[in-house]
C-alpha cells in the first residue's frame, strides 16, 4: 500500500481536530493522509527527559528512528508550534531538518521560521496587517492606547485572561492578582483592544484556513460580548451572512500576507473587521476545521458543507501534484 504524501504531525493527544474532519466530512480523503504524534513530544518525568536527550542526538547525527523511507513529494505539516514547551520544540526543529533532507521533501510551518502568538503579533503589526500593539507582560508594559486585556501565550481555550482594562490603575491590580496566583508573566502577553460590535449589536469572529496556496473561509461567529469562541446567535440573517463571507472570500488577498509573514502554510487564522480593516487575533496551527457539535447547528449546514467542499478541493488539489 502507498504511503500517504501527506503527514500531520500533531501533538500528543491533539489529534481530535482532524480525526473527527476526515471521518466525517473529509472521510472520501482519510486514506490519502498521514495524522501522526511528534515522536518524544508531550510525555512527562525522568525517563521521558532521557528519551528526549537521546531522541535529539540521534536527529542531529543523522540517523532517525528505523520506519518505511517517505515516497518522493512528502508533505510533513507541522503543528501546535505555540503549545510546544522549549525542549519539545529543539526537538520538532531538529526532525524538520531531518525531513527536508528527503528529496523533494516540503515543510508547512517549518518550525525554523514559523511565527507564533507573541513574535507572529509583533510581525502583524510592524507588516502593517494589524493596527494594535502587544508586550509581554515581564518585560514592563506602558500602552498607547486603552482599553487593553492580558492573555495566556500558550493557550487557544483560555483566550484572553482579563476582561478589558481601561487605566494603568486598572491593569496595576490586575498585574497585582496575577502575581499573588503565581501566573508566570514571561508567559502572557498584553494587547491593545481594537474591536466593536456591528449595527445588530452582535460581535463577529471571522476565521479562515490556509492550506498551501489556498484561503478558506472557515466561519463567522456571532456573540454579545468582544470575546467570541463559539456563536451564540442562529438565524436565518447570521446563516445568510456566515454562507455569503464563505462564498465571497473578501479578505483572501490580506490573509495571505499575513500567513507569508507568520510563515504558515496551515492554519486557521482568527480575526475580526474593524471600520473595514482585518485585525488578526492569532493564527491556530492545529484548529477544529468543524466541530463535532456544529454538525447538528441546522441553520448552518449550507456553510459548513460550503467550507468543506472548499478546504476538501484545497486538499485534493495539493495530493495531486
Not at 487557544?156 to 491593569?171: A, P, R
Not at 488578526?280 to 463535532?292: A, G, K, S, V
Request: hydrophobic share 35%; proline share 5%.
Amino acid at each position: 500500500m502507498a504511503l500517504p504524501r501527506l503527514t500531520f504531525l500533531v501533538h500528543r493527544g491533539k489529534d481530535y481536530t482532524l480525526q473527527h474532519y476526515f471521518k466525517t466530512w473529509g472521510a472520501e480523503l482519510r486514506e490519502r493522509v498521514a495524522i501522526k504524534t511528534y515522536p518524544g513530544v508531550g510525555a512527562t518525568g525522568r525517563t521521558w527527559s532521557k528519551r528526549l536527550s537521546r531522541r535529539l542526538k540521534a536527529l542531529r547525527t543523522g540517523t532517525l528512528p528505523p520506519g518505511r523511507t517517505p515516497p518522493a513529494g512528502s508533505v510533513y505539516v507541522f503543528t501546535d508550534l505555540e503549545i510546544m514547551a522549549s525542549r519539545e520544540s529543539e526537538l520538532v526543529r531538529a526532525l524538520a531538518r531531518r525531513l527536508e533532507a528527503a528529496p523533494g521533501t516540503t515543510l508547512f510551518n517549518d518550525p525554523a521560521r514559523a511565527l507564533t502568538r507573541f513574535d507572529l503579533l509583533r510581525a502583524l503589526s510592524a507588516g502593517g496587517v494589524n493596527s494594535f500593539g502587544v508586550e509581554k507582560l515581564d518585560r514592563g508594559v506602558s500602552p498607547e492606547r486603552w482599553p487593553v486585556f492580558t492573555r495566556d501565550d500558550r493557550s487557544h481555550d483560555d483566550g484572553s485572561v482579563s476582561e478589558l482594562l481601561h487605566s494603568s490603575g486598572e491593569l496595576s491590580r490586575h498585574l497585582d492578582d496575577l502575581a499573588a496566583g503565581g501566573a508566570d508573566l514571561g508567559h502572557r502577553t498584553l494587547v491593545e483592544y481594537v474591536g466593536s460590535p456591528g449595527e445588530d449589536g452582535l460581535f463577529r469572529k471571522y476565521a479562515a484556513i490556509r492550506l498551501g496556496d489556498a484561503i478558506i473561509p472557515c466561519h463567522v461567529f456571532f456573540g454579545q460580548h468582544w470575546v467570541v469562541k463559539h456563536s451564540e446567535v442562529f438565524d436565518e440573517a447570521t446563516a445568510r451572512e456566515e454562507l455569503k463571507y464563505i462564498e465571497a472570500n473578501p479578505h483572501q488577498e490580506v490573509l495571505h500576507r499575513a500567513f507569508e509573514l507568520a510563515g504558515i502554510e496551515y492554519g486557521r487564522a482568527d480575526y475580526g473587521v474593524v471600520n473595514g480593516r482585518v485585525e488578526i487575533w492569532e493564527i491556530n496551527t492545529n484548529p477544529y476545521l468543524i466541530r463535532p457539535e456544529y454538525t447538528q447547528q441546522e441553520t448552518r449546514r449550507a456553510a459548513l458543507a460550503a467550507f468543506s467542499d472548499r478546504f476538501n478541493d484545497a486538499l485534493r488539489e495539493l495530493l495531486d501534484r
